[in-house]
């Protein structure tokens, strides 16, 4: 099997995916922008072939580095970057090249906040009604068919950039004044006093679920765009709710995707659940990595195994997982070597964030476990806590 992964050097613990896909045996072929010295050791070794390019936006001169590729080594089975900003390019590469998974057709219905919508109401999943904003005229009659307070989000766009909330008349005429136009925005009530909950997992390449887990966000990614002096912190659920995991599968089985991580993200409301949007990814950062500490398993693995056609099943013990994240400019009343001491095994992590996230999810992330949910509060609790 010839597996070409797009930038295999970042995100840097994304680099486990083309490791443990060669673990499997695959052909992994890379296809990236950095140059080959600049690679890791460990995966130098995991790639058979690597192709750098001058920039992975240059969708042409991609396309030339596939076709060398699928010249010197023969049919490409797979590419894949595992990454929202280069979903676009892998399914333009999948459809020139015809190789399996999601071709360019495919990406409307979890690309456009708009389409999503319609799959979700299909699934059954509650959602809120939206208006799709194309002209300046579409605002006023979206404001007069929803009401005030709305959130615009672009209607192609992911997490909260770029994201208005509009509470007032004011805040209407300061949209219309900074939209461009062109980008076309999604308007919806806005829902508030609700945590953001999700869904994600892995499906095979028949589109069953191969696991499924959820995160608990403490913090909504627009509390955090609006006060970036938050800490980023949240936990893998342990003891997940019946609604919640039937509302994901039903989610899962409308979008009809295969062989891909997925990341679903929920209001959590006071009696239900109000779907927001559909991820054809993995969570971001370090989300996987906190997977595997919190249920002792390898999902990098998992993953390869899936691909590859090997994968028997699980093998994993759940506990709470929690991902608490302190900014380097803050004072916080418990020092590292504290936490260190006090948490001994538990802590199962101490990453420094990429500095492209860092400015929004902070700069050093704990990563504990914990059996209770009172336990893994408490951690939070020690973690965070400022003098």
């Known amino acids: 099997?010839?597996?070409?992964?797009?930038?295999?050097?970042?995100?840097?613990?994304?680099?486990?995916?083309?490791?443990?896909?060669?673990?499997?045996?695959?052909?992994?072929?890379?296809?990236?922008?950095?140059?080959?010295?600049?690679?890791?050791?460990?995966?130098?070794?995991?790639?058979?072939?690597?192709?750098?390019?001058?920039?992975?936006?240059?969708?042409?001169?991609?396309?030339?580095?596939?076709?060398?590729?699928?010249?010197?080594?023969?049919?490409?089975?797979?590419?894949?970057?595992?990454?929202?900003?280069?979903?676009?390019?892998?399914?333009?590469?999948?459809?020139?090249?015809?190789?399996?998974?999601?071709?360019?057709?495919?990406?409307?219905?979890?690309?456009?906040?708009?389409?999503?919508?319609?799959?979700?109401?299909?699934?059954?999943?509650?959602?809120?009604?939206?208006?799709?904003?194309?002209?300046?005229?579409?605002?006023?009659?979206?404001?007069?068919?929803?009401?005030?307070?709305?959130?615009?989000?672009?209607?192609?766009?992911?997490?909260?950039?770029?994201?208005?909330?509009?509470?007032?008349?004011?805040?209407?005429?300061?949209?219309?004044?900074?939209?461009?136009?062109?980008?076309?925005?999604?308007?919806?009530?806005?829902?508030?006093?609700?945590?953001?909950?999700?869904?994600?997992?892995?499906?095979?390449?028949?589109?069953?679920?191969?696991?499924?887990?959820?995160?608990?966000?403490?913090?909504?990614?627009?509390?955090?765009?609006?006060?970036?002096?938050l800490d980023w912190v949240y936990y893998i659920d342990k003891d997940l709710d019946s609604k919640l995991v039937e509302y994901g599968k039903n989610a899962v089985k409308a979008f009809g995707m295969k062989e891909r991580f997925f990341h679903i993200e929920f209001f959590k409301t006071k009696d239900d659940y109000i779907a927001i949007e559909y991820n054809n990814r993995p969570a971001g950062a370090f989300a996987v990595d906190v997977y595997n500490f919190a249920h002792s398993t390898d999902y990098f693995r998992v993953y390869a195994e899936v691909v590859n056609g090997t994968f028997n099943g699980l093998n994993v013990d759940e506990k709470y997982g929690l991902a608490s994240t302190r900014r380097d400019y803050k004072d916080y009343v418990h020092s590292d070597e504290e936490i260190r001491e006090k948490y001994q095994d538990k802590l199962k992590a101490v990453l420094r964030m990429p500095e492209a996230f860092a400015e929004l999810q902070g700069n050093t992330m704990y990563v504990l476990v914990a059996d209770t949910l009172e336990e893994m509060k408490e951690m939070e609790r020690f973690v965070g806590k400022l003098k």
């Open 1 to 229: 099997m010839n597996y070409i992964v797009i930038s295999p050097y970042y995100p840097h613990n994304f680099q486990k995916f083309s490791i443990e896909l060669k673990n499997q045996g695959v052909n992994v072929l890379g296809i990236g922008e950095e140059p080959y010295e600049q690679l890791d050791q460990r995966l130098k070794e995991a790639l058979t072939e690597y192709f750098r390019v001058n920039s992975l936006d240059d969708v042409d001169e991609v396309k030339r580095a596939v076709a060398f590729l699928y010249h010197k080594h023969g049919h490409i089975d797979r590419i894949e970057s595992q990454n929202e900003h280069w979903m676009e390019l892998d399914a333009a590469l999948r459809t020139q090249f015809n190789v399996f998974g999601l071709k360019e057709h495919d990406l409307k219905k979890t690309k456009h906040k708009s389409e999503m919508k319609k799959y979700f109401e299909k699934a059954g999943v509650p959602v809120v009604p939206g208006f799709l904003v194309k002209k300046e005229g579409d605002i006023e009659k979206g404001v007069k068919k929803l009401k005030l307070p709305l959130i615009a989000k672009p209607d192609n766009g992911v997490g909260a950039s770029a994201t208005y909330k509009l509470k007032d008349k004011k805040d209407v005429e300061n949209f219309k004044k900074e939209w461009d136009g062109n980008t076309h925005y999604f308007l919806e009530p806005f829902v508030d006093n609700s945590d953001i909950v999700t869904f994600d997992g892995l499906v095979d390449a028949k589109g069953n679920i191969v696991f499924y887990t959820s995160i608990v966000y403490y913090h909504t990614p627009l509390d955090l765009l609006n006060n970036n002096t």
